[in-house]
């Protein structure tokens, strides 16, 4: 059974340094009855039930109820439902960064772009996730991992490691920050882009003629081409910062 944190006012807040600092190393837990659950089983069924009902509707008795445990055994793992949901958002950073394929003969941008677009991808697939994906910076295990890929592939490209990492968060803030806005509750579906759209093109040609002469692309660009068009304006915005590197990593 895992080492209980102290449960006082000093407790750390959950998914912040300290609270990763004193996470216990798991280990499956030995007792007498049913088997023991691992705890990865119950962060991936947490995850499914997060996707379904989203963060705010989650519960531990919902969770024990479709894992056909109890709360008293999921509580075993973790002292409250944000630990869980600190480790659940670990897990689709896991699971995201598996999807990334890593190839050598690729220019720089073209590898941190396909790294990001996947990113964009995994959180676009995932809308009921993104308030607890924006709520902290990553630094768990699975965080920490694709931080330190992300990083590193840039240096391996000849970036030096403060511009490596400078670039690195802006492209992640950029990436997660458009995944949020574009699923938020006021993001306009393609019938609500339309009629953006026609409002655009009525207002008065005096005092908005280059909203009106643009509203086509203020409006008509999808999501996903929205998203790497901005990106490519970011990875040229870096390129004259970049000295000394080559089109395949070192």
């Known amino acids: 059974m895992p080492a209980q944190r102290d449960k006082t006012s000093s407790t750390p807040r959950p998914g912040s340094p300290a609270w990763w600092a004193a996470e216990p190393v798991r280990a499956p837990e030995k007792r007498r009855g049913r088997p023991a659950r691992p705890f990865d089983e119950i962060v991936t069924a947490a995850l499914e039930l997060v996707e379904r009902v989203g963060a705010d509707a989650f519960t531990m008795r919902a969770l024990a109820e479709q894992l056909d445990t109890s709360t008293a055994t999921l509580y075993r793992h973790v002292d409250s439902k944000d630990d869980l949901m600190v480790h659940v958002v670990d897990k689709v950073l896991g699971v995201i960064a598996s999807t990334v394929e890593k190839d050598d003969s690729a220019s720089w941008q073209e590898s941190t772009r396909a790294r990001l677009l996947r990113l964009h991808e995994g959180l676009s697939s995932r809308p009921k996730l993104l308030t607890l994906l924006a709520a902290e910076v990553p630094i768990g295990p699975n965080g920490l991992a694709a931080r330190e890929a992300a990083i590193t592939d840039l240096v391996a490209y000849g970036f030096e490691i403060d511009l490596a990492a400078r670039v690195y968060t802006t492209l992640a803030h950029y990436t997660v920050g458009f995944a949020v806005q574009q699923h938020?509750?006021?993001?306009?579906?393609?019938?609500?882009?339309?009629?953006?759209?026609?409002?655009?093109?009525?207002?008065?040609?005096?005092r908005f003629p280059s909203t009106r002469a643009a509203a086509q692309a203020l409006t008509g660009v999808s999501a996903r081409d929205e998203f790497l068009e901005g990106l490519q304006f970011i990875l040229d915005g870096v390129e004259p910062r970049l000295t000394g590197a080559g089109t395949t990593p070192a």
């Not at 938020?184 to 005096?206: I, M, Q, T, V, W």
């Open 184 to 206: 938020a509750p006021g993001a306009p579906s393609p019938a609500e882009a339309s009629e953006l759209r026609s409002y655009y093109r009525k207002l008065d040609s005096d």
